[in-house]
């Protein structure tokens, strides 16, 4: 496995109390492969992907417990210069908003050629050639002339494609795209998820996929986590999860799709709202909103259930994830 | 950018004519020049209106003005009543007062951006409490209580500076005057850097940076400090031009004869050649600060620069 988080807790401790975004995580990705993390916002999606980066705020943030186990080491227990030398080099991450993710005041060259500068010691000079190559890469039109503008005189699209040239740059083992393109114009996303999966594919990489939108996910994910109130309730492959949810909670989530096919008829949406993180409900965090319900989730903590019917690998923390898979 | 310069340039003719005319007015309703020309007794009738003759005093305000305006531009800033050329003045005391803003600006940018960086990265810290404090402190004690208060200690007291500067006034001995002088402005350089510091911090491209892989030298000075500066270098620009005019209060206390020391002396005495030229210097010194200053801005940002 080329990363795998393990059991990862995180909290943030703010004025009015603690706040339990990540609780108890286990994920997994292999070289080459897609994992896509969905969940609504709060549901520790993007928590647990800043701290496999290791880019937390901490303090407020804390890492309370777990592994973050990347080709074989464990991160948390690096030291921090070991830990930068990671970061940028073998795993990347691509950020939601390109246009305030880069540094305004300097040339998209000078940025894109800063990691070759830091990481393998070049000079200027070959740096800036090697920015121009990327961006010709993620196919950039003009790059050679376009390499000394600053990110404000490129279109988002655009400014998107210089984000993931940048986490390409020294080829890393991992990429963490979090929601790449959400920012982005519908005609937009297409080819940015596009680019983004071909590169993948040449250069071999681990993607995890960080959305909440369920369209992007069948497209390119190999295999779907599905995160609430900063726990995994549901993972498995790609397919099996759109045919047969085993989670109320995913199951809700599918239903929320408009369908071109059910024309007229009012969109579902889960009822209730996300929990409160320094007050997650006891038992099964989602048993407020769940219509499957009963005395036992709201007092004991489902496990993640080896869903057995299922030929494929998969998991959901639901006491009655056999009646969901069927019903 | 050229085309920017010279509408710049030409904005400041307005300008540079508005308050020069202000300033002339202002010292002529300050009273009557030759009255102060013979001390406490009453002047001699016949000689006064010699004098107004000669000085050209009989004439109508809008004459004296266009008249004086002419000669400024040959260079003549006219003659004091003491019989001094205005530019002998001149001479003498800009170069000292120039050299007490070089003195204050370094403090500010050394001591202030230090400060403000070390403070905006430990917000809420022991370090940041203690420094917020002190500056606190600073920017509600005036000047001249600060000032008294270090030439007394260190000048009088422990005899670690000379108390009075002497008049060839060289760098060294404007240390603790430009400190004086940069005090309050070095207290809000301070504060300035360090909310901007603090507020950029938290920013979408420091994170990336971070994320980057980049040593955390590099992170605060190339990414951080680059974009948290940009307000700070603007009030520093604009300071130069209070600096070289505000110098009154400092060049009293350590006896510099820079031009504070000129002007104050100029309107005790009201000699109106003296105080109307240093103070059209002083605003054309103003006018080509907050040029410098806009231009610097888009020089330090691209996105003001193309836009």
Redesign the interface.
């Known amino acids: 496995m080329l990363l795998e988080v393990r059991d990862l807790h995180v909290e943030f401790r703010t004025r009015d109390g603690v706040a339990k975004a990540v609780n108890g995580v286990d994920y997994g990705v292999d070289a080459g492969e897609t994992l896509a993390v969905l969940g609504e916002s709060g549901s520790g999606k993007s928590v647990t992907a800043q701290a496999v980066m290791g880019i937390l705020d901490m303090p407020p943030g804390r890492i309370t417990g777990g592994e973050i186990l990347f080709q074989g080491r464990d991160l948390l227990r690096l030291k921090e210069e070991e830990r930068r030398k990671v970061r940028g080099a073998e795993m990347a991450m691509i950020f939601q908003d390109a246009l305030s993710s880069l540094n305004p005041v300097l040339t998209v060259g000078d940025q894109l050629g800063e990691m070759f500068v830091v990481h393998r010691g070049m000079s200027r000079k070959d740096a800036r050639a090697k920015a121009v190559e990327l961006m010709d890469r993620v196919r950039i039109p003009a790059a050679k002339e376009r390499v000394r503008q600053y990110p404000h005189q490129f279109s988002g699209g655009m400014r998107q494609r210089i984000m993931i040239a940048m986490a390409l740059a020294l080829e890393p083992a991992l990429i963490i795209a979090d929601e790449p393109t959400t920012a982005l114009d519908v005609t937009v996303q297409a080819q940015v998820m596009e680019l983004l999966a071909e590169l993948r594919r040449e250069y071999r990489m681990g993607l995890i996929l960080i959305t909440h939108d369920l369209g992007v996910v069948a497209d390119v994910a190999d295999k779907i986590a599905v995160m609430y109130a900063g726990r995994i309730v549901e993972s498995a492959p790609v397919h099996d999860i759109y045919k047969a949810p085993a989670h109320p909670y995913t199951r809700g989530l599918l239903d929320s799709i408009p369908r071109l096919d059910q024309k007229g008829r009012q969109l579902y949406a889960i009822k209730g709202l996300p929990p409160n993180l320094m007050d997650i409900p006891p038992g099964c965090a989602f048993h407020p909103r769940c219509p499957l319900a009963q005395d036992v989730c709201r007092t004991d903590v489902p496990p993640l259930y080896e869903v057995t019917d299922s030929d494929a690998d998969r998991g959901s923390a639901c006491h009655f994830w056999r009646e969901c898979l069927h019903g | 950018m050229g085309r920017y310069v010279v509408r710049r340039l030409l904005q400041m003719i307005p300008v540079f004519i508005g308050s020069t005319l202000l300033i002339f007015l202002m010292v002529n309703v300050m009273g009557d020049p030759i009255a102060g020309l013979c001390g406490d007794r009453q002047c001699d009738p016949a000689t006064a209106a010699q004098l107004r003759k000669e000085f050209g005093l009989d004439k109508p305000v809008w004459q004296q003005y266009l008249t004086y305006m002419g000669n400024v531009f040959t260079g003549d800033f006219g003659t004091a009543f003491n019989g001094q050329e205005v530019t002998e003045l001149m001479s003498t005391a800009f170069p000292v007062t120039i050299r007490l803003t070089i003195v204050a600006i370094l403090l500010q940018i050394i001591i202030g951006i230090t400060l403000g960086v070390v403070t905006g990265l430990r917000r809420g810290r022991p370090v940041d409490t203690g420094v917020l404090l002190v500056t606190l402190v600073v920017i509600s004690v005036p000047t001249f209580v600060t000032g008294l208060l270090l030439q007394l200690l260190l000048g009088v007291e422990w005899g670690w500076i000379r108390p009075s500067v002497s008049s060839a006034a060289p760098f060294d001995e404007l240390i603790v005057p430009g400190l004086v002088l940069a005090s309050v402005s070095l207290a809000y350089v301070t504060r300035l850097t360090r909310t901007s510091i603090a507020e950029n911090r938290?920013?979408?491209?420091v994170?990336?940076?971070?994320?980057?892989?980049?040593?955390r030298h590099?992170v605060v000075t190339?990414?951080l400090l680059?974009?948290s500066l940009?307000p700070v270098v603007t009030f520093i620009g604009a300071d130069i031009g209070f600096l070289m005019g505000g110098a009154i209060v400092t060049e009293r206390i350590f006896n510099i004869h820079g031009v504070g020391y000129q002007l104050y002396q100029g309107i005790l005495r009201q000699n109106t050649q003296t105080v109307v030229g240093f103070v059209t210097v002083l605003v054309l010194v103003f006018l080509l600060c907050n040029l410098v200053v806009d231009l610097l801005y888009a020089v330090?940002?691209?996105?003001i620069r193309?836009a």
């Open positions: 938290r920013s979408d491209y994170r990336t940076a971070i994320a980057k892989g980049l040593p590099r190339r990414h680059r974009n940009i330090l940002d691209p996105r193309y």
